[in-house]
């Protein structure tokens, strides 16, 4: 049964002119999140967004893979993008920075205090989630998945819906690590395309498996850069 507490009418003014100015205050914040973002990543080139779980630690097999992958797309000039925090995060960002290229992080802030990983270059912190996510996926060429939780998976499901849907141009989808993705990938292919038909079948070409860093950069060199992506966008 729910509890109605009585307000007087003064006190009911007074809570609706708080919300009214915590919502606007969280609105003006918002805008200054994407205002920030926007100008920090505008300026970094053949960028690749980095994913996976934030407790990987150095001498598993995907942290190594990571570390790999960033040291190889540095020594090519690529930008890495990652979330900023430990574990696959770090990874990427350490082999970018070892090899002496650009190492960038999102970083969140959150009430444990998610730490920033040492082998970050340059870092801008946000507030909400979506903010930053929208970040990640503005800011990447290309965007490689390696084996993590839930936040990984929502990065990845999330990309895949928006390349499906057409909001955003067709860009690689990367997925690192066939013991851990296969199954998924493959209960998509059978249950969700060819049982109930909830995708496509030409759904299953937005992302790509590949089982090592070697692998992901190959595909990522054939991908198009920022640059002709908004030359293709102004019609050029």
Known sequence: MRTTIPFSRNARKKYHHDFRQTILWR????????????GFIVDFHNTVSVFGSTRAKEGDRWYDEARELGRMLAKKGFTMITGGGPGIMEAANRGASEAGGESVGLNIQLPYEQR???????????????????????????????????????????????????????????????????QMLDWFQQELNLEKHYIGPQDASIYQLVDSAKEAVALIEKSITRRELAQEWDGK
């Open 116 to 182: 920033i990983n040492p082998y970050v270059k340059k870092v801008l912190s946000f507030h909400y989630f979506f903010t930053r996510k929208v970040m990640l996926t503005y800011a990447a060429e290309a965007y490689v998945f390696f084996p993590g939780g839930f936040g990984t998976l929502d990065e990845f499901m999330e990309l895949v819906t928006l390349i499906q849907t057409k909001k955003i141009r067709r860009v690689p989808i990367i997925a690192v690590g066939k013991e851990y993705w296969q």
């Open 27 to 38: 609105i003006f914040r918002i805008m200054s999140e994407f205002v920030d973002g926007f």
